[in-house]
T-cell receptor, first 114, second 112 residues
Framework: AQKITQTQPGMFVQEKEAVTLDCTYD???????LFWYKQPSSGEMIFLIY??????QNATEGRYSLNFQKARKSANLVISASQLGDSAMYFC???????????FGKGTRLSVIA | DVKVTQSSRYLVKRTGEKVFLECVQD?????MFWYRQDPGLGLRLIYF???????EKGDIPEGYSVSREKKERFSLILESASTNQTSMYLC???????????FGQGTRLTVV
């Protein structure tokens, strides 16, 4: 079975600085996908970025990028130029091949300080 | 704009009551999911469905059942609510593999 580990329960970052949120995963399936979601205090889950296991390039979406290190089984989210609105819970998730449900980590609470 | 809509944002129920949480999506997605979110535990999968009238148990199905009579609607049922089912419940839908799941706004259920 697949598993996601997010070791940072909480993080602080200064506004306009970059921050890295850690995510390691465990799966025996050679084909998988990794997702990051943001959950503000309002509660909705917002999709941020996706990385497929066979993708050659690290995924990027605006200020979000994914530092994908396949051999280390890590998929860290990098947020550049942090903004106050980035304060939220961030969840990493994995899916294996065969249209399986997403499995989520426990999340990291990011607080951006002015 | 794509949407997953959960019937209630907040719900308070008494111990022993039968509780229905409804979820509707307008994206014609085959796959629908119910997760439970608790502080420090992340999102845990309760049940999911790949098609109408089809259901699969997730990681924590005990005390819950589901119903999917129509493609767009996936209901979570608490047969006899207990205080340890006080939680945030999130419904999601997804079209196919390698695509993101879309979530509803969540239902915060309190069982007293």
């Amino acid at each position: 079975a697949q598993k996601i580990t997010q070791t940072q329960p909480g993080m602080f970052v200064q506004e306009k600085e970059a921050v890295t949120l850690d995510c390691t995963y465990d799966t025996s399936d050679p084909s998988y996908g990794l997702f990051w979601y943001k959950q503000p205090s309002s509660g909705e889950m917002i999709f941020l970025i996706y990385q497929g296991s066979y993708d050659q390039q690290n995924a990027t979406e605006g200020r979000y990028s994914l530092n994908f290190q396949k051999a280390r089984k890590s998929a860290n989210l990098v947020i550049s130029a942090s903004q106050l609105g980035d304060s939220a819970m961030y969840f990493c998730a994995i899916e294996n091949s065969g249209n399986t449900p997403l499995v989520f980590g426990k999340g990291t609470r990011l607080s951006v300080i002015a | 704009d794509v949407k997953v809509t959960q019937s209630s944002r907040y719900l308070v129920k008494r111990t022993g009551e039968k509780v229905f949480l409804e979820c509707v999506q307008d994206m014609d997605h085959e796959n629908m999911f119910w997760y439970r979110q608790d502080p420090g535990l992340g999102l845990r999968l309760i049940y999911f469905s790949y098609d109408v009238k089809m259901k699969e148990k997730g990681d924590i199905p005990e005390g819950y059942s589901v119903s999917r009579e129509k493609k767009e609607r996936f209901s979570l049922i608490l047969e006899s609510a207990s205080t340890n089912q006080t939680s945030m419940y999130l419904c999601a839908s997804r079209g196919h593999q390698n695509t993101e799941a879309f979530f509803g706004q969540g239902t915060r259920l309190t069982v007293v």
